[in-house]
């Protein structure tokens, strides 16, 4: 079975400007969850898509959006990018709800650099 | 706000030795469960303990749970250069909303 894919890998935006990061998970699998990885705040949870239905949000403002699509791929977009957006982008996907007793499987990530 | 904190937020060790990293959080979970990530990549899961185990082992790796401590630990033994990695708790739970949230994790450095 293929692996969590997420392109792009590396992304360079200037302040102001809105990114799409793409996310495709395992077959089979029907939850997609994001978080944004940075050294000063770690992991932290954005979203979680099952069924194409957002099903759990955390604590980001409205410039981050996601969606997810029949198949289960997901997409993330950042609006209006700050400094403070530049982090690694990681995508998980699980069997089902991410906080039932399933393992999630990670992409290995979409490092993005505002400048 | 995270859910697990790590302690230690580093360790080095030599290679052989044990490693033991720790695990506090702060409401009710259903399961616990502890991943690896090596420098700038994705997540690989290792283990997943339920809230009505206390402990439970795989390969190397030794994970115990005190649910009246809110606390758990990973123990790996016999510790590889391969080992050196970043070591992540996540808890999911009703309270936080049943999504699984990640501590600050513990940065591990074997040496060969």
């Known amino acids: 079975k293929a692996g969590v894919t997420q392109t792009p890998r590396y992304l360079i935006k200037t302040r102001g400007q809105q990114v799409t990061l793409s996310c495709s998970p395992i077959s089979g699998h029907r939850s997609v969850s994001w978080y944004q990885q940075t050294p000063g705040q770690g992991l932290q949870f954005l979203f979680e898509?099952?069924?194409?239905?957002?099903?759990n949000k955390g604590n980001f403002p409205g410039r981050f959006s996601g969606r997810q699509f029949s198949n289960s791929r997901s997409e993330m977009n950042v609006s209006t990018l700050e400094l403070g957006d530049s982090a690694l982008y990681l995508c998980a996907s699980s069997e089902g709800l991410a906080g039932g007793h399933g393992e999630l499987f990670f992409g290995e990530g979409s490092r993005l650099t505002v400048l | 706000s995270q859910q697990g904190e790590e302690d230690p937020q580093a360790l080095s060790i030599q290679e052989g030795e044990n490693a033991t990293m720790n695990c506090s959080y702060k409401?009710?979970?259903?399961?616990l469960q502890w991943y690896r990530q090596n420098s700038g990549r994705g997540l690989v899961h290792l283990i997943l303990?339920?809230?009505?185990?206390r402990e439970k082992h795989s390969g190397r790796l030794r994970v115990t749970l005190d649910t009246s401590k809110k606390s758990s630990s990973l123990l790996i033994t016999a510790s590889r250069a391969a080992d050196t990695a970043s070591y992540f708790c996540a808890t999911a739970g009703k309270a936080a909303g049943n999504k699984l949230t990640f501590g600050g994790g513990t940065r591990v450095l074997v040496k060969p």
């Open positions: 409401t009710s979970i259903n399961n």
């Open positions: 898509y099952f069924s194409e239905t957002q099903r």
């Open positions: 303990i339920r809230s009505n185990e």
